[in-house]
């Protein structure tokens, strides 16, 4: 692909990512109680719980922020990356019964779906997001490139 089709394709997932991470920061904000009986029903210790409500939606939007300004986009794919690991991370744990019990999927974005489900649409994030820092990188790559070469 040239670089112009990349530039697309990496806005699309950027627009995409912050779309999808704003709307989850707004909706924990906006239904905060029910958000903190959510995390309060996972299997993890309280102080990862408290740490969780506090700092999550928070968090999203900071990925956010930094997907929507140009100079600080790569960084923001690469915290995008990183906070769809950490979540995918946990919903296997969760498939390897490496918990007590297997808790409601509450928390998520997605509530009416399975814990499996839930992994394989966190997966295919993941996927786009690593296209994301790929297409970005090449499309840096290829402006340094043709600045040497004029």
Same mark, same amino acid.
Request: net charge positive.
């Given at each position: ?14 627009? =995409? ?67 769809? =690991? ?17 808790? +409601?999927? +509450? ?16 997966? =295919? ?26």
């Amino acid at each position: 692909m040239n670089t112009k089709s990349w530039t697309i394709v990496t806005e699309v997932i950027r627009d =995409g990512l912050i779309f999808l991470f704003f709307f989850i920061a707004c909706s924990k904000l906006l239904r905060y109680h029910a958000f903190t009986d959510s995390i309060m029903a996972q299997p993890l210790p309280w102080f990862l719980q408290m740490l969780v409500i506090y700092t999550l939606p928070y968090i999203l939007l900071l990925i956010s922020v930094l997907l929507i300004i140009p100079r600080w986009k790569l960084l923001g794919l690469y915290a995008a990356f990183v906070f769809m =690991g950490v979540i995918s991370t946990y919903i296997l744990l969760i498939l390897c019964h490496l918990f007590p019990r297997i808790p +409601c999927s +509450c928390a998520g974005l997605y509530t009416d779906i399975t814990w499996t489900n839930q992994l394989l649409i966190n997966l =295919g994030i993941l996927s786009m997001v690593s296209l994301g820092i790929y297409g970005t990188k090449l499309i840096h790559l290829k402006k340094m490139m043709y600045e040497k070469t004029n």
